[in-house]
């Protein structure tokens, strides 16, 4: 593993150089203001009709439309939802500067080939390791959020000292920035996400939820037991891992999940895993949702909105309405 800090950070090939920002949603706004205050020339690309366009104005950035902001830029960042990306890249390719740096916070349209960056390109990806309101907290505390590095193209030579720098101006190298490959980010992203940060945990709590509620016990204590409560243990989780978790639980807790958690997740549920991760090297997860974009998203819509209807919702919103301290 080859990991990167300040130290190894060369921040003049930057200097005097713009760098635009395509995007201004959770990661672009946090990369924008982050590049901002670290010194860098720092320029917006977005739809003059778009609602972010005033938000980024009031932010005190500069701000042009996409195909405008690019020119000049010696780092053009595509911080736009992954399926539009390939059309915006298609918008503003004339306009980007012979020998650029394209930049992405995730590897799907470069590794999936949604998007053939032109020939003279380098290709990059810096990654931060949390949602963007994250990356500008801790950048303003002082702190960071480790970023994933990686370079798919250097025409320059210098595609990792821009990348470093990049990461160095939203605040990852004083966290760790993490030599990755496109591959790598993007199968394993897709993997995290499916198997267990969404898919995984939200059908495991669900599904408890139910086993309760059928059983006959009440939908309220259901909810605090398989939803509100995980909390609890994700932070333990983040902040030590299962040692932490292990020494703040209980020995009851403990010994249940030494013994039992093994029979939830066992190996029938390793194997739908590895078929998971299986369609996501092969391709087939990036075919079905480009195909379920370009058809309308009909069944994407369908099953969220069966998602979002679910009694969880109903008892967990009534019973969080009486949470004064959490953010709705």
Partial sequence: MQMYSESDVDTTCLEGKRVAILGYGSQGRAHALNLKDSGHDVVVGLRREGASWKRAVADGLKVEEPADAVKGAAIVAFLTPDLVQAALYQGVEANLEQGAAILFAHGFNIHFKQIEPRDDLDVILIAPKGPGGLVRRQYEEGHGVPCLVAVERDRTGSALKLALAYAHGIGGSRAAVIETTFAEETETDLFGEQAVLCGGATELVVAGFETLVKAGYQPEVAYYECMHELKLIVDLLHEGGL????????????????????????????????????????????????????????????????????PIEQVGAELRSHMDWLEN
């Fill in 243 to 310: 040692r932490k978790m292990h020494e703040f639980i209980s020995d009851t807790a403990a010994y249940g999940d030494l013994t039992r958690g093994p029979r939830v997740v066992d190996d029938h549920a390793r194997q739908r895993m590895q078929e998971i991760l299986d369609e996501i090297r092969d391709g087939t997860f990036a075919r079905q949702w480009i195909e379920e974009n370009e058809s309308g998203q009909t069944n994407y819509r369908r099953m969220m909105d069966a998602d979002l209807s679910h």
